[in-house]
């Protein structure tokens, strides 16, 4: 999820530089079936922005992935492993870069499933 601009407020955002909604499960995703999840943050942590890009930090990867960045093996296929490695890499590093801190995205669901075949 990347998505969330609830920290804006009439004076402007109430934290420089993300998107600070905190949402909590009553009943956390322990196992889904036919399907992935892909959060922008783990626990206790907020969504940045990449603001030289002008998207969310996690968005501007995530899409770079997808047009063939996270294909790591080089088969014009990627997997859900190979997003959750690219990502793994790439946000975290960014985001204690720009700001100090932690952003870790977080992947639920079956990791051997193809995501995108590339031409």
């Known amino acids: 999820m990347d998505a969330c601009f609830s920290g804006n407020s009439a004076g402007g955002m109430l934290v420089k530089n993300i998107s600070p909604a905190?949402?909590?499960?009553?009943?956390?995703?322990?196992?889904?079936?036919?399907?992935?999840?892909f959060s922008s943050t783990g626990k206790d942590q907020v969504s940045h922005w990449y603001l030289e890009k002008q998207h969310g930090l996690f968005t501007y990867f995530f899409m770079k992935g997808l047009r063939g960045e996270a294909d790591e093996d080089g088969n014009k296929k990627i997997t859900v492993a190979e997003m959750k490695k690219y990502l793994s890499d790439k946000v975290p590093y960014l985001a204690r870069r720009q700001s100090g801190r932690e952003q870790t995205p977080v992947v639920v669901g079956d990791e051997s499933c193809e995501m995108v075949r590339l031409k």
């Open 22 to 37: 905190m949402l909590k499960s009553a009943s956390p995703v322990r196992k889904l079936n036919n399907g992935v999840i």
